[in-house]
């Protein structure tokens, strides 16, 4: 690579930082209402440093502006800043002809300004933080990230105050999780966190079985109640047949009251069983509760004629 000599004193050439993709370095995006600005200052830093380029954001070389190499790196450095922070935040901090190291103060004024306010409405929100219908993950994360927002306006949390901040926030339905995690000493907030998060993932495959073994007992139930309701309902050709069953009764009935008094007995005998179903047996030769006929299938002096035409003549 050329010096920095050669290069002012002759042609400039490409510079391999200014083909460097930032995103591959710097993963996020500096947002202006969001809590990632300690993120994202690590990953630049740590970008910065791998090429040897921190002194062109923490100040500890000063500017060569009349230096062409220099000013080309320090274009590069800048880039890389214009391309990882949002258009919000480069609308506050962006400035004409400034050097990369400006750039970066401008940025980290503008996300550790007001820290004491700041700080007030951090720590109630985080103070104040319950899981509601969060997972305990995603409770977790949302925990984390309060307290890397205290961090960041200079309200550090520490590793105890963030296990009784879970403790306080907690579903009860982990009450006792909850008690195990206190009685533990030294406990960390992600020991205690994946604590609850098995017991969570517990909770749920017993209520998984549960409702399978109560899926299986309502199909069990079901299919026996429909074969006893089935096997109690009397066969079809039984009701079919009581039509012809009355015909032979009313025959029987007359023939035995000209006879001995042993006609109901013998009623009593051939008389034909009673529906059990919602059967329902009328005279095809006759209409039952009509002018002088009967309804029981006794005997009976209609005369009409029925829905089968004529009675037929009794021999």
Not at 115 to 120: E, L, S, T, V
Not at 143 to 155: C, F, P, S
Request: net charge positive; proline share 8%; charged share 15%.
């Amino acid at each position: 690579m050329p010096s920095a000599s050669d290069a002012s004193a002759g042609a400039l050439f490409l510079h391999p930082y200014a083909t460097i993709n930032v995103k591959a370095h710097v993963p996020i995006e500096l947002e202006l209402y969001s809590a990632n600005y300690g993120k994202w200052s690590a990953f630049f830093k740590a970008m910065c440093g791998k090429f040897g380029l921190l002194h062109h954001i923490d100040g500890s070389v000063p500017p060569r502006r009349t230096d062409p190499a220099w000013e080309q790196v320090d274009c590069c450095v800048r880039t890389w800043l214009y391309g990882s922070v949002s258009q919000d935040v480069l609308d506050f901090t962006m400035a004409e002809d400034q050097t990369a190291q400006q750039l970066w103060v401008a940025i980290s004024n503008k996300f550790q300004a007001n820290q004491a306010p700041r700080a007030i409405f951090l720590s109630e929100d985080f103070h104040s933080m319950t899981q509601g219908d969060l997972s305990v993950m995603d409770f977790g994360k949302t925990m984390k990230l309060a307290a890397d927002a205290l961090r960041e306006v200079g309200h550090p949390v520490s590793e105890p105050t963030l296990v009784l901040n879970l403790l306080r926030g907690i579903h009860p339905k982990f009450s006792n999780t909850k008690d195990i995690v206190a009685g533990t000493k030294d406990i960390t907030f992600d020991e205690a966190l994946n604590q609850f998060a098995l017991k969570e993932l517990r909770m749920a495959n017993e209520a998984k079985v549960l409702s399978s073994t109560a899926l299986v007992a309502a199909a069990t139930g079901c299919g026996s109640s429909c074969r006893s309701s089935s096997s109690a309902a009397p066969p079809p050709q039984q009701h079919l047949q009581l039509p012809q069953q009355q015909q032979q009764q009313r025959r029987r009935r007359k023939k035995g009251g000209n006879g001995s008094g042993g006609a109901p007995q013998q009623q009593q005998q051939f008389r034909g069983p009673t529906p059990t179903g919602p059967w329902f047996c009328f005279s095809p030769w006759g209409a039952p509760g009509g002018p002088g006929g009967s309804s029981g299938g006794g005997g009976g002096s209609w005369r009409g004629q029925g829905l089968l035409g004529p009675p037929p003549q009794q021999a």
